[in-house]
């Protein structure tokens, strides 16, 4: 078959769809992976073809929905943050996000038309990216599944993923369905510019949604049944694939500088924000290096999107390294609790300190305390250097921790997300009947 994979959004957004894109290479299709032209590499090095999109609004995003955060403040010797001055400041803040992710959302609009395939057999479609590129699948008479990183539909066995950790209840499914209605609203003017760029008749996000839903659009799951098992009150149609991992170049090697500091004691904790561009990167490293001197712990700090910079004895700072090598030769991790990132470190079998910045962060990082990977959550507005010291030593010294993370990675080892995927798109392949259900 000829796929297109498309996603879009951060790194954390756009690697394990390279492991999934590798995987059905390897079963003989003939596969394109569609996101931003800055993750070339990323993609190449898999031997991947590669169709780059020429939106990419996620940096001014995430720039945007950290005004309402934390900022910098308290005593520079403590590191502290604090919340927003007032509640003005907060309010005009919230309604940049929303404009910001509505013009964000209409940027993708021409750069996903122009990079669909019309002759595709399938296209395999991230969580941001469906609500756009299926429209476009269906205007082709594309087959199109699903292919997440969360849970997306309502169930009454927890919350939804932009929302705290709540345990079982009805009112799930009411919070549910309000955060998929407020997502529906920020795709609002996309939608418009989409249909009217395709001579269609309007239909709202809601509406596309119940669509979808009606006609048991498939959605695959990349995240462990282990980490977050399939809810009994799904319906048919949504399952839980297991992690699909992102593929590694082979030619790869590790800098000097970071197997030299590995060699040369214990150890070290990673720190670690990715995509996320939280605060004062300045005063971050400053929290990150008194912690680590207050835990006595060497510490590997990557720059990211943030552009930390520790300069510390027993401390480096890198750029991005493969997690799948670093993160097992690591103590523990602190990092913000992404998807993609909550993966890597069950997968390390190294206890994690979660700092949830936003949006699903919180939802990830309350469920890697509930499987015992993790002693607490420590919300990045909340962060100090005594307490993240506090969080690392425990972290990093407690065998209960370290028992229970080396449990995961043993049970996730033994799944294969990638080949259930791979193994749903052979029955469509085999079974063309089945095409005009995928059109929605």
Not at 20 to 27: G, Q, T, V, Y
Request: proline share 8%.
């Amino acid at each position: 078959m000829r796929i297109q994979v498309i996603t879009v959004g951060t790194t954390g957004s756009v690697a394990p769809y390279t492991g999934l894109a590798h995987r059905l290479l390897a079963e003989g299709h003939q596969v394109e992976l569609v996101t931003h032209a800055k993750f070339a590499k990323t993609v190449t090095c898999c031997g991947l073809t590669m169709r780059p999109l020429a939106a990419d609004p996620f940096e001014a995003l995430i720039n945007a929905h950290s005004q309402l955060g934390g900022q910098p403040g308290g005593h520079p010797g403590e590191g502290a943050w604090r919340a927003p001055s007032n509640a003005f400041r907060s309010l005009t803040n919230l309604r940049a996000l929303v404009r910001t992710t509505e013009q964000g959302m209409l940027s993708l609009v021409d750069s996903i038309l122009a990079a669909v395939d019309p002759t595709a057999d399938l296209l395999l479609l991230s969580t941001i990216a469906a609500p756009i590129a299926s429209v476009i699948a269906r205007y082709h008479g594309i087959a199109s599944i699903g292919v997440f990183l969360q849970p997306d539909a309502p169930t009454a066995e927890f919350s939804p993923c932009t929302m705290a950790w709540r345990g079982a209840g009805r009112a799930n499914i009411v919070r549910a369905r309000a955060a998929n209605a407020l997502l529906d609203t920020l795709y609002r003017t996309a939608q418009r510019g989409l249909h009217a760029r395709l001579g269609l008749a309007h239909r709202s996000g809601h509406r596309l949604r119940g669509e979808r839903e009606r006609s048991r659009w498939p959605i695959w799951h990349g995240y462990s049944p282990w980490v977050v098992p399939r809810p009994a009150d799904w319906r048919p149609g949504l399952h839980v694939a297991g992690y699909w991992w992102p593929h590694e170049c082979l030619n790869w090697q590790p800098p000097a500088l970071v197997t030299d500091f590995l060699a040369a004691g214990p150890p070290p904790v990673l720190i670690g924000f990715g995509s996320m561009m939280p605060g004062d990167p300045e005063r971050l490293g400053e929290v990150a290096a008194q912690a680590l001197r207050r835990a006595g712990l060497r510490g590997i700090v990557q720059s990211g999107w943030a552009g930390l910079a520790v300069i510390d004895d027993d401390v480096i700072t890198v750029d991005a390294l493969p997690h799948g090598w670093l993160m097992p030769r690591t103590a523990a991790v602190v990092h913000h609790a992404g998807a993609g990132t909550t993966a890597a470190g069950l997968r390390a079998g190294v206890p994690a300190v979660p700092v949830p910045v936003m949006t699903d962060q919180p939802w990830w990082a309350a469920r890697l305390v509930q499987l015992g990977v993790a002693a607490e959550v420590l919300p990045y507005t909340e962060l100090t250097s005594s307490r993240l010291a506090d969080a690392l030593t425990r972290a990093a010294r407690s065998p209960d921790l370290a028992r229970r993370a080396a449990a995961a990675a043993g049970l996730l080892a033994r799944e294969d997300g990638a080949g259930a995927v791979a193994r749903a798109v052979a029955e469509l392949s085999g079974s063309r009947a089945g095409r005009p259900d995928l059109t929605i």
